[in-house]
T-cell receptor, first 110, second 114 residues
C-alpha cells in the first residue's frame, strides 16, 4: 500500500525550515528519501533503518518512528537548490522494492 | 564513474506496438529495478532483476517483461502498448550484498504512446 505524504506542496522563502511527513499502514523495515527535480532522476538523500541507523549524504535530518510507522524529513535553513519533489520510499518485510508516496513539491523562493 | 545510464531518453510509439528500454547499472552494482512514473506521481515498482532472474514483481500485467544480461545491464520490454503506458520509466541499480542501501536512479526514458 502506498505511503501517504504530507503536505502535498509547500512554498518557502530562503532560510526557512520545512518538515515533510510520510506515514504507512504497514510495518516498516526502512524508509528511503529522494528528491527529484523536474526532468531529472530521483536523487538519494537518506535511509532510515529499523533500529535507528541512518545513512545519508547531505546535511539534512530525518526521524523514523517505528511504532507509528512514520518518518519525517527536516529541511532547515532552506536554499534555492532544495526546490524539487520529495518522495519517501518504504521497504517492508522481505520486499526488496521500494513503494513510493506521491511526493511533496517543495518550492524555495528568494 | 558513470552512474546509471538509460536509453533512449525519449521515445514515441503507436498504440499496439512493442518497445524495449535499456539500462546500464552503476559500476559495481548487480541488481536492477524498474519503475514507472506517471506525471505528478511517485515511481511505481515494476520488477527487479538479480543474477539474470526476475526476483520480485509489482502489480503490472504480463505485457511488461524484462531481462538481465551477464554484465548486469537490463532491458524492459512492453508489448501491445496502451495509451496509459505513457510515462517516465526509471531504472535503479543497487548492490544486493550490501542489503538495505540506497538505489541509484537513471535519468529515465520518457515514453509517449499515441
Amino acid at each position: 500500500q502506498q505511503p501517504v505524504q504530507s503536505p502535498q506542496a509547500v512554498i518557502l522563502r530562503e532560510g526557512e525550515d520545512a518538515v515533510i511527513n510520510c506515514s504507512s499502514s504497514k510495518a516498516l523495515y526502512s524508509v528511503h528519501w529522494y528528491r527529484q527535480k523536474h526532468g531529472e532522476a530521483p536523487v538519494f538523500l537518506m535511509i532510515l533503518l529499523k533500529g535507528g541507523e541512518q545513512k545519508g549524504h547531505e546535511k539534512i535530518s530525518a526521524s523514523f518512528n517505528e511504532k507509528k510507522q512514520q518518518s519525517s524529513l527536516y529541511l532547515t535553513a532552506s536554499q534555492l537548490s532544495y526546490s524539487g519533489t520529495y518522495f519517501c520510499g518504504l521497504r517492508s518485510g522481505s520486499a526488496r522494492q521500494l513503494t513510493f508516496g506521491s511526493g511533496t513539491q517543495l518550492t524555495v523562493l528568494p | 564513474d558513470a552512474g546509471v545510464t538509460q536509453s533512449p531518453t525519449h521515445l514515441i510509439k503507436t498504440r499496439g506496438q512493442q518497445v524495449t528500454l535499456r539500462c546500464s547499472p552503476k559500476s559495481g552494482h548487480d541488481t536492477v529495478s524498474w519503475y514507472q512514473q506517471a506525471l505528478g506521481q511517485g515511481p511505481q515498482f515494476i520488477f527487479q532483476y538479480y543474477e539474470e532472474e526476475e526476483r520480485q514483481r509489482g502489480n503490472f500485467p504480463d505485457r511488461f517483461s524484462g531481462h538481465q544480461f551477464p554484465n548486469y545491464s537490463s532491458e524492459l520490454n512492453v508489448n501491445a502498448l496502451l495509451l496509459g503506458d505513457s510515462a517516465l520509466y526509471l531504472c535503479a541499480s543497487s548492490l544486493r550484498a550490501l542489503g538495505n542501501t540506497e538505489a541509484f536512479f537513471g535519468q529515465g526514458t520518457r515514453l509517449t504512446v499515441v
